[in-house]
């Protein structure tokens, strides 16, 4: 190529991308999605990975989406979110704690790119935050847990100290100990969201200090595999983990972003989404209970439905007072119901949990 | 409060995977190569052994298998470095990252399923167990006691030597690094087929480099590697079970303790390189070098 034709072509190319804008409008709307974890993990980014799914059936052709997956945490995260943008995606997820302030770092850069994190606390113009009330199924599963366990102890896998993971070992622990007031609460950290071989040792040490029932906020299936071997039970974690049902795998919290994803999504292509918080639970079918298997007894199994339904159609909120902090001090009064400010802030436990949240 | 007999139990468990991806890769770097594809070739074997495991019904049938997929997948490594003499470290790079794209591949077929339960060996614990337990003498017989190890041993201190002296440096090469993904394929198995029991993209989640960190920290000895494989996985089986017995505990300190203990034995050996005269570390003097027979 002489140097009279690499001009020519440049300036074609740069004619064509300049040219790109006024022809948009007819392309489909592209969004991407960063992962924390691999799509096939059966967990967590699984069920993030079925909610893209669902915008393209939804859709069809009038989207167009795409998805990194495995990204760390942290600094690395910044450069695969700019890379979607830069790709052209319109409309970005961010589907990990961790990707917060990444996302707002990016963000601030495409300002006509709009952005949704989960589970994280920052917004700007561009950047909405979405999450799901967990804590509404470790209310159903504590309830379950604190029926099923015969030495009284419980174990719970969390992966990190935030908000959420303490929420869920807090609705959990509250509720085992409503039907149960000698349930008592072992919780073990593991210091990440996947890593099997790690949350299998972390089920081995519950399960030596004669826990029989353990719950996990870690996305794979490794503590159920430890729980069959002792004869314990569990329950499925963001996916349905059926491979393990009737037992050790009695229930499950499943995560359902779907309808979030295609809401969203459709509010982008009729140009009304606008930044806010969205965090909805069991009553908008983001948080479903998995099926109850026969190896809990009808009753409890009943008890538990109830409470599902209950805490769906906004009747009971599982912080509701009288509760006190692990420390002793009054958190809520008789009646009173957890502001959803005072939750996303959540770093203490409740009374009755004997362990130290790690600083 | 805290069993220690049950404890040590944990301990065993928790520390087989990396046992094994180590012991092989000590074999490996003793012939003089440095193989950084342990992660791609256990992950490998994850895949391998739970496919086969599942499919058959036998999870010995799926060790076998995951022994034979690691040692199929370093060949590619093999060829690249021992015939095309290209860089070990790049190629071992490549050699984990071809590795865990392959595996999450052909693992899409095996998402969701369970593989059959595994009856336990003696005294309650997993026969791989066992059979990692009696590889550490074994190697260590191997490197030190036997011809073929001694040629082993010379192949890796001076290849130039060895070649002079008549031995196929190549082939011995290539032995090693079979049998270093073999396993390495069998210890990723262990976390498929014993731990989990069911396969997930990336569920080796690191422990090749833990393998190969304890080499270094063994002193490229096969006692050395099970000492290394026993802090490892001890620190972490304490910490989760003193956390689990509602001990307080700062998690991220034991956490780090076994990369801190690692500098410290680095920085001990090379100090006694400095100020003493015997020789410093044992590493292997011609590990990470090409071989091109002049002739």
């Known amino acids: 190529m002489n140097r009279r034709q690499l001009i020519a072509s440049v300036a074609a190319v740069t004619t064509i991308s300049l040219a790109a804008p006024t022809w948009a409008q007819d392309e489909p709307l592209k969004v991407g999605f960063i992962y924390v974890g691999p799509v096939g993990d059966g967990g967590w980014t699984y069920q993030h990975d079925q909610g893209r799914l669902a915008v393209e059936e939804e859709f069809g052709d009038r989207v167009e989406t795409t998805f990194i997956e495995s990204v760390p945490e942290g600094a690395d995260a910044e450069r695969a979110i700019t890379q979607l943008a830069l790709a052209g995606n319109k409309l970005i997820f961010t589907t990990s704690f961790g990707f917060m302030d990444p996302t707002i770092n990016v963000a601030a850069k495409f300002p006509d790119v709009k952005f949704e994190h989960a589970t994280g606390y920052k917004r700007a113009e561009n950047v909405a935050t979405y999450d799901a009330r967990f804590y509404e199924g470790r209310a159903v599963i504590g309830t379950i847990a604190g029926r099923m366990t015969k030495s009284n102890k419980i174990g719970y896998i969390g992966s990190f100290p935030i908000p959420e993971v303490i929420q869920g070992i807090n609705s959990a622990f509250i509720h085992a100990r409503k039907v149960n007031p000698d349930v008592e609460m072992r919780v073990v950290w593991a210091y990440s969201w996947f890593d099997p071989a790690k949350e299998a040792d972390a089920a081995a040490a519950l399960l030596a200090e004669g826990v029989d029932v353990i719950m996990q906020h870690t996305d794979s299936t490794a503590p159920l595999a430890k729980a069959q071997e002792a004869g314990a039970i569990g329950f499925g974690q963001a996916s349905d983990m059926a491979a393990f049902a009737p037992t050790p795998r009695v229930s499950s919290i499943i995560d359902n972003w779907a309808p979030y994803y295609i809401k969203r999504v459709g509010q982008v292509l009729d140009g009304t989404w606008t930044s806010e918080a969205t965090w909805a639970g069991i009553g908008d079918g983001e948080v479903v209970i998995g099926e109850i298997t026969e190896a809990v007894p009808a009753e409890v199994k009943a008890e538990a439905e109830a409470l599902r339904d209950r805490i769906g159609a906004g009747e009971y909120h599982p912080f509701t007072g009288p509760l006190n902090k692990a420390d002793g001090s009054a958190w809520l009064a008789d009646g009173q119901v957890a502001k959803d400010e005072e939750l996303s802030g959540m770093n203490f436990y409740v009374e009755g949990i004997t362990a130290e949240i790690p600083q | ?295």
Request: aromatic share 10%; charged share 10%; glycine share 12%.
């Open chain 2, 1 to 295: 409060m805290i069993d220690p007999v049950a404890l040590f139990v944990l301990l065993l468990s928790a520390s087989t995977p990396i046992l094994f991806a180590a012991l092989g890769e000590l074999v490996v770097e003793r012939a003089g190569v440095l193989n950084l594809g342990v992660e791609g070739m256990m992950i490998t074997g994850a895949l391998a052994g739970f496919a086969a495991a599942y499919h058959t019904g036998n999870p010995f049938v799926g060790f076998a298998a995951a022994a034979l997929g690691g040692a199929l997948i370093a060949m590619p490594f093999a060829a690249l470095t021992q015939f095309l003499l290209s860089n070990q470290v790049a190629s071992g790079l490549a050699l984990t990252l071809f590795g865990l794209g392959l595996a999450a591949l052909f693992g899409k077929p095996m998402e969701g399923v369970k593989a059959p339960a595994m009856a336990a060996g003696p005294l309650g614990l997993n026969w791989i167990v066992w059979l990692g337990l009696l590889m550490v003498p074994a190697i260590w017989w191997f490197l030190n006691r036997s011809r073929t190890g001694l040629v082993l041993r010379g192949v890796g201190e001076n290849h130039d030597a060895a070649h002079a002296l008549g031995y196929d440096v190549r082939r011995v090469r290539i032995a090693a690094i079979a049998f270093g993904g073999a396993m390495a394929g069998i210890g990723g198995a262990f976390i498929s087929i014993a731990t989990v029991l069911q396969w997930t993209e990336g569920m080796t989640a690191g422990a090749g480099w833990i393998a190969l960190a304890i080499v270094v920290f063994s002193n490229w000895t096969a006692p050395g590697v099970l000492a290394g494989a026993w802090l490892f996985g001890g620190v972490t089986v304490l910490q989760l079970r003193l956390q689990a017995a509602g001990v307080r505990v700062p998690v991220q300190l034991l956490s780090m303790a076994p990369y801190l203990a690692t500098i410290i034995v680095l920085v001990a050996i090379s100090a006694r390189q400095k100020f003493s005269r015997r020789a410093g570390t044992a590493a292997p003097g011609s590990l990470g070098q090409d071989f091109h027979a002049l002739r």
